[in-house]
């Protein structure tokens, strides 16, 4: 039910915090998104996605360090 | 970048496999908080891959699974009133209460209806001034945001026909139950990495400490959780009891601070009664007194309880992580996904659906 799901924000409507929304793509599936949490959401962002609203905008370069440690594992290890 | 694929890498997933064999000396038990993470530990076959010393034990963090039967009645009769529509996820539809469940309650005519979100919930009562619009909301801190602002636009809205009937729950409440538990046997923790999204990880910090503990903060996809169990374990075998981050491209330290203002302007905190575990102090979410006319108890009256049936279901036992939905006499039996006996059977986060689905062949 926590599931949450990474997708790319398209487009964006909307100026009113409360009701500031995007169009969202998983995939081939693209879905009206709350933005009212991400307010930092841009297009081209890749937001996460739970019953209808973003919770986070996914950082990226935090994403890319995570598979670096993971690609030097070896060398990480203590 | 799709913060996806980037996560299944096999060859990755069997250096990481590798590096936690390296690492344990001994015989260490870990739980998972979350459903969700059961269900990723068992359809990647992840448990598998763990030296025979490391068990993980599977927790209670299937929101559909603890909502108590109480109030699946209670939403049951709601719907059975002239003019409602009552909405809620599709896993609460079919979860049994005492008195069936929401689908039985659409079978008797009931207007029952699934949605993917509480925000389409507020978008129904706004297309049908009609009807009266109740939504039956459950869920943790993940989703506690997305309730709030169904509140929050219906009350800019000004709609007066929806309500909801809340039900959410907390999870540092439930870490701290299970660890103060007599007969308390996890060792270290994988915190759900949604729930801390929204709350961050502060919270995990004074119950690290205080039981000595490592909690480390996990993602979904297998690397994540394979990194999860090689940080739990390096601390276990140092003796370091930390709450640490390995799901930083989602979880910032203090979370998600818009999504927590909307939380505490909408919810109050409250005891909340678990299923299988009883109840928790503060370990509840329901709506804030300036919110009580959203509030469907309220708007339709409390019910009486029905009568508990009697039940072979030992899911109470499976949610605490103190015994495996195999050792379940009905697992399999009388109790499948189509004709559920409890709700971990029904939830597709529920620990004995993730069992029937992934490891039937080995109960057999
Ligand atoms: S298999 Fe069915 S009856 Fe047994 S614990 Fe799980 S849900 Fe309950």
Redesign the pocket.
């Known amino acids: 039910m926590c599931l949450a799901v990474p997708g790319r924000v398209l487009e964006i409507a909307g100026e009113d915090p409360l009701t500031r929304s995007g169009r969202v793509a998983f995939g081939g599936i693209v879905k009206a998104i709350s933005l009212a949490f991400a307010p930092e959401a841009a297009v081209g962002d890749y937001v996460l996605a739970h019953a209808g609203v973003a919770i986070a905008v996914l950082d990226e370069a935090e994403a890319r360090r995570t598979i670096a440690c993971l690609d030097t594992l070896e060398e990480a290890e203590r | 970048m799709k913060y996806v694929d980037e996560y299944r890498d096999a060859a990755l997933a069997r250096r990481l496999a590798q590096a936690i064999a390296g690492t344990v000396t001994r015989p260490w038990t870990l739980m998972e908080i979350c459903g969700g993470q059961t269900h990723s530990l068992l359809r990647h076959g992840i448990d598998q891959m763990l030296p025979e010393d490391v068990t993980l034990l599977h927790g209670p963090g299937c929101p559909v699974c603890v909502t108590p039967a109480a109030v699946i009645d209670q939403a049951i009769a709601i719907a059975g009133a002239p003019g409602v529509t009552l909405c809620s996820f599709g896993d609460m539809l079919r979860v049994p209460g005492d008195a069936g469940s929401l689908l039985s309650a659409r079978a008797r005519g009931g207007d029952v209806r699934m949605v993917y979100s509480p925000l389409d919930a507020v978008a129904l009562a706004q297309a049908r001034p009609d009807r009266q619009v109740v939504f039956l909301a459950v869920g943790f801190e993940t989703t506690a945001p997305a309730t709030a602002m169904a509140v929050l636009q219906a009350e800019r809205a000004g709609l007066d026909n929806f309500s909801l009937l809340v039900s959410h729950v907390l999870v540092p409440p439930a870490i701290e139950a299970l660890l103060s538990a007599p007969d308390a046997r996890v060792q270290g923790f994988l915190a759900a990495g949604h729930v801390c999204t929204v709350m961050g990880t502060g919270e995990y910090e004074p119950i690290a400490r205080r039981y000595r503990v490592p909690i480390v903060v996990t993602g979904f996809e297998p690397l994540d959780l394979l990194q999860g169990i090689l940080s739990c374990l390096r601390q276990l075998e140092a003796g370091r009891a930390e709450v640490e981050n390995e799901y930083g491209r989602s979880v910032r330290p203090g979370g998600n601070q818009p999504a927590q203002a909307a939380i505490r302007q909408v919810f109050a905190i409250e005891p909340r009664d678990w299923r299988g575990m009883g109840e928790i102090a503060a370990s509840g979410l329901g709506l804030a007194p300036v919110y009580a006319r959203f509030d469907a108890r309220n708007r339709f009256g409390a019910t009486d309880p029905a009568p508990p049936r009697a ?5 109470g036992d ?1 949610l605490r992580g103190r015994r495996k ?1 195999v050792a ?1 006499p ?2 399999g039996t009388s ?1 499948t996904p189509e004709h ?6 029904v939830s597709s986060e529920g620990a ?1 659906a993730a069992y029937y689905r992934y490891r039937r062949a080995a109960a057999a």
């Open positions: 039940s072979p279901c030992i899911s499976i939905p379940c009905a697992f109790c559920p006996l409890g709700a971990t059977m004995c």
